[in-house]
Nanobody
């Protein structure tokens, strides 16, 4: 069983920045893919950014140019740098990892962007 623990959420003003971190209990050298998802009240959970084993990344159109996903395999950590935050980025952000084609989720971290 793999555990994922997110941190770094909080309250920030529009235009500000936050960096989310996700600590994995297993080596991310063996992942199929990892990513960040978010869910706002009343909305479905949606993909924000994803990175594959080979290092390919993809982003939701709404965050392209503002968010950057990265990883540190030596620390078994995944990151999401969020710049130029907007009110519509307010959501619970979840870390996701796929090991041996099994899906794992963190508990989520709240990001609130105020105007």
């Amino acid at each position: 069983q793999v555990q994922l623990v997110e941190s770094g959420g909080g309250l920030v003003q529009a235009g500000g920045s936050l960096r989310l971190s996700c600590a994995a209990s297993a080596s991310i050298f063996t992942i199929n893919a990892m990513g960040w998802y978010r869910q706002a009240p009343g909305n479905k959970r949606e993909l924000v950014a994803r990175i594959t084993f080979g290092g390919s990344t993809n982003y939701a159109d709404s965050v392209k140019g503002r968010f950057t996903i990265s990883r540190d395999s030596t620390k078994n950590a995944l990151y999401l740098q969020m710049n130029s935050l907007k009110r519509e980025d307010t959501a619970v952000y979840y870390c996701n990892g796929i090991w041996n084609y099994h899906n794992y989720w963190g508990q989520g971290t709240q990001v609130t962007v105020s105007s």
